[in-house]
């Protein structure tokens, strides 16, 4: 089939925004990928993190564009505005929060999917078939049964929040969708740890249960949760007329890293017909590496999971996913009928597997391609590996801390995260300082933190370039300020 050209001269002809992907574009777009390449092997080279001066900001800042502007000029002020200031995630000093490095393959990926300009809402393409590999993957990495389904979304945050409207329709039934919470006397309870990331909260209250709705029960002196006060408050709850109905365990807490006994939160939430769900944000992924897995016993077990491939795995952001066991009660939750998203046996409106109905969106980006390449190219093995050596980095920085007089190790290291701080007067104030000064030197990044009320400094490890001269670099840098600030220079 031939296609007619239309005369560039015609009224109706659109202006032809491809034009520049000739010549132009292309030595350009070249070197774009060069420099972005060269950018993550030299990426040690550069500070961690520069902070934007007002100057900075203010370039960054002009009239909205009218007139088109030279692809070359704008690469321009990309490399010399807004690449230096990146967060500096990518960077092996980076270990502040829960981040993960991302990698060439993913960057590349990206590129590719941009290239296609998926939406992954429904239909009859390829992207959606990438997603169910991934789903697939999932389901056997995680054993669970056939009839699981899986979803991406931005983040856990969101994947957390799927994971509660689902098991809050499963507890209230089909009702729930049209009428709402409007019905009296159904007050829904949920039960998680202190140690939780707070976005749980963040749920329950989106989801317009309230977070006051979730119980925050106790943690151990190793921040997992206590399966006897948990039973307890579903038994008072219950007693109490409320309706006890989710539970959620953590897979890697976001301060310390813990891990929750998976198998006796399973065991509880099957004997008071809770809905489990696992918050594996990071840790869930660690089912990767042989000699953590064991830890995860019981996540197979859960009702829902969510995790993030942005984080451990280092596929670029963003890729969180929610895996629900039944795949039917997950489509109950969210599958709605509108003509103009009818499905047919022919056409491309046709295809089983319509993301859409399985969670809130429906315009929505091909993640999984960059996940399929990056889990693809790199390998499970080779991702177990990235996940073991950086608790064993974080092992040895705990070792380094234990052995300096100046410093104190204030939590567990169960994975990869280390807490401590700088011993001295008014230590949470002297430890910010300790923490900013450390950012805006350049030299490394961590983040902070309160283990037991105490400020605490947290080094995150997750970036697969980071090394064990990174982590020296970290402690340097951190002792240097602190004895700085504790002779008063500061
Ligand atoms: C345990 C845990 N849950 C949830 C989240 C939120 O994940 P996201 O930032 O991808 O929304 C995090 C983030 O670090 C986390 O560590």
């Not at 230096?84 to 981040?99: D, R, Y």
Request: hydrophobic share 45%.
């Amino acid at each position: 089939m031939s296609v007619q050209m239309t005369d560039p001269e015609s009224p109706l002809q659109l202006p032809d925004l491809d034009a520049l992907a000739g010549r132009e574009l292309r030595d350009l777009a070249h070197r774009m990928l060069d420099d972005m390449l060269d950018y993550t092997l030299q990426i040690r080279e550069r500070p961690v993190w520069a902070q934007m001066q007002p100057a900075d900001r203010a370039a960054l800042h002009c009239a909205p564009p009218v007139a088109p502007t030279d692809p070359a000029q704008v690469y321009d002020e990309f490399r010399q505005r807004i690449l230096p200031f990146a967060a500096g995630n990518v960077h092996p000093g980076f270990m502040g929060w829960v981040q993960g490095g991302g990698t060439a393959v993913g960057m590349l990926a990206e590129m590719l999917a941009a290239g296609l300009n998926a939406n992954c809402g429904g239909r009859d393409h390829s992207a959606i078939e990438i997603e169910l590999q991934i789903v697939e993957w999932l389901r056997q990495w995680f054993g669970f049964p056939a009839g699981a389904s899986g979803l991406f979304v931005t983040g856990t945050s969101m994947a957390n929040l799927v994971a509660v409207l689902v098991a809050r329709r499963a507890a209230l039934g089909a009702a729930v969708r049209t009428e709402g919470l409007s019905r009296p006397g159904r007050r829904l309870i949920a039960y998680t740890s202190t140690a939780a990331h707070a976005c749980i909260a963040r749920a329950m209250d989106f989801a317009g249960l309230g977070s006051e709705n979730l119980r925050l029960i106790p943690v151990d002196a190793d921040q997992r949760v206590s399966l006897p006060h948990m039973r307890e408050a579903v038994s008072a709850d219950r007693n109490a007329g409320d309706v006890p109905f989710l539970l959620v365990g953590n897979a890697g807490t976001v301060d310390i890293g813990a891990v929750d006994d998976l198998t006796g939160l399973a065991d509880l939430a099957a004997a008071q017909h809770l809905w489990f769900h696992v918050d594996g944000a990071f840790g869930a992924l660690a089912v990767l590496a042989p000699e953590i897995a064991p830890r995860l016993r019981g996540m197979e077990r859960a009702d829902s999971l969510a995790l993030d491939f942005h984080k451990w795995t280092q596929v670029p952001y963003d890729a969180g996913f929610v895996l629900v066991r039944d795949g039917k009660v997950h489509r109950d939750a969210f599958a709605t009928s509108a003509a103009y998203l009818q499905r047919f046996e022919r056409g491309l409106a046709a295809g089983e597997y319509w993301p859409h109905d399985f969670g809130p969106d429906l315009s929505r980006a091909f993640r999984a391609l960059k996940t399929w390449f990056t889990l693809r190219i790199h390998g499970a093995q080779r991702l177990g590996e990235v996940i073991a050596g950086s608790c064993r980095l974080a092992r040895y920085l705990q070792e380094r801390v234990m052995a300096e007089p100046r410093l104190e190790l204030l939590a567990p290291v169960p994975l990869n995260i280390v807490c401590f701080r700088y011993r001295g007067a008014d230590a949470d104030a002297l430890n910010e300082a300790i923490v900013a000064d450390v950012q805006e030197s350049g030299e490394a990044v961590p983040s902070t933190t309160r283990i037991d009320g105490k400020l605490a400094i947290r080094a995150a490890i997750f970036n697969h370039r980071t090394r064990e001269c990174d982590v020296d670099a970290l402690l340097q840098a951190v002792l240097r300020y602190g004895d700085r600030r504790a002779a008063g220079r500061s």
